[in-house]
C-alpha cells in the first residue's frame, strides 16, 4: 500500500515524518519527494496508458520500418 501526503507546511510534514519513522523498524518504508507535482503528471500518464497494448502482437523492428517509411512518402 503507498499513501501520499501532500502539505505546504514544512512543519506540519516534519512531525508527521518524525512520527512514521518510528514504524521504519516494523517494516514501514518512508521516500520524501520535494516536488510531487511533477512526479503526478508523470504518473498519471503511465497510470492511464499502462497495458494499453497489452492484448497486441507488435513486431518492434516492423513497427519502426513502418514509422520510417511515413518520413519517405
Known amino acids: 500500500m503507498t499513501i501520499r501526503l ?36 508523470n504518473h498519471n500518464i503511465i497510470t492511464h496508458t499502462r497495458g494499453i497494448l497489452s492484448s497486441k502482437s507488435i513486431d518492434p523492428l516492423q513497427w519502426q520500418d513502418n514509422i520510417r517509411s511515413e518520413w519517405d512518402r
Do not use: A, C, R
Open 6 to 41: 501532500e502539505t505546504n507546511d514544512e512543519q506540519l510534514s516534519e512531525k508527521v515524518l518524525w512520527l512514521l519513522s518510528h514504524f521504519t523498524k516494523d517494516g514501514l518504508i518512508i521516500s520524501k519527494e520535494d516536488n510531487p507535482k511533477d512526479n503526478l503528471k
